[in-house]
């Protein structure tokens, strides 16, 4: 059984340009989440995709974005990117909304 | 609004030994689930163990254990016989599990870094 895995591992942009972060669920699970995980801090929820829709989302500007796709891998888009999206960002699946999440390594994104 | 403290930044405890390591929680919902993540310097979360707040009992996973008082809303971890690959952060987190809504987001601690001494 193959886990959550995340793409690319390390990442560094400038300001004002556009990232797509990629995950692909452990398999059978239909549930991603994607949180920002701060230096120092704990993560932050962004949003959650159950079955090609989002299904919530926390306290982040539009220009973060997602897809979920029918295999159930997502994609995380930060548009017009800031110095402080320099963060780590963790993809989590789960077998339903309803079960315990499990993590990919995350992506750590640098915003110079 | 839904809270995890976690008032220990870092803990020190030396190998074989027992360690606590302290969560408090404020929500106004009845049911909801409580979670503990390690996470090594390489950054991946790993699951340790889950508490519904419901399960009358405490719960157990190998070495780790949960101190579950919900009257005083604590959710304390405790890692028995201590190993030095226990050196990491924990987090304590939350899900809210009402019916209403579909979010099941975590809420979480800022999270203690515990190092295993030798």
């Known amino acids: 059984e193959t886990g959550v895995t995340q793409s690319p591992t390390h990442l560094i942009k400038t300001r004002g340009q556009q990232v797509t972060l990629r995950c692909s669920s452990q398999?059978?699970?239909?549930?991603v989440s994607w949180y920002q995980q701060a230096l120092g801090q704990g993560p932050q929820f962004i949003f959650q995709?159950?079955?090609?829709?989002?299904?919530g989302r926390g306290n982040f500007p539009p220009r973060f974005s997602g897809l979920q796709f029918p295999n159930y891998s997502s994609e995380l888009n930060v548009n017009a990117l800031e110095l402080d999206d320099s963060a780590l960002y963790l993809c989590?699946?789960?077998?339903?909304?309803?079960?315990?999440?499990?993590f990919g390594p995350g992506t750590r994104l640098t915003v110079l | 609004a839904q809270k995890i403290t976690q008032t220990q930044p870092g803990m020190f405890v030396q190998e074989k030994e027992a360690v606590t390591l302290d969560c408090t929680y404020d929500?106004?919902?009845?049911?909801?689930?409580l979670f503990w993540y390690k996470q090594p310097s390489s950054g991946e979360m790993i699951f340790l163990i889950y508490?519904?707040?419901?399960d009358e009992q405490n719960a157990t996973e190998g070495r780790y254990s949960l101190n579950f008082q919900k009257a005083r809303k604590s959710a304390n971890l405790v890692i028995s016989a201590s190993q030095l690959g226990d050196s990491a952060m924990y987090f304590c987190?939350?899900?809210?599990?009402?019916?209403?809504?579909?979010?099941?987001?975590?809420?979480w601690g800022l999270g203690t870094s515990l190092a295993v001494n030798p």
């Open positions: 929500t106004s919902d009845q049911s909801y689930g």
């Open positions: 989590a699946s789960s077998l339903t909304q309803y079960n315990e999440q499990f």
């Open positions: 987190a939350m899900r809210e599990e009402r019916n209403a809504g579909n979010n099941r987001k975590l809420i």
């Open positions: 398999s059978g699970h239909n549930t």
């Open positions: 995709y159950y079955r090609e829709e989002e299904n």
């Open positions: 508490q519904g707040s419901y």
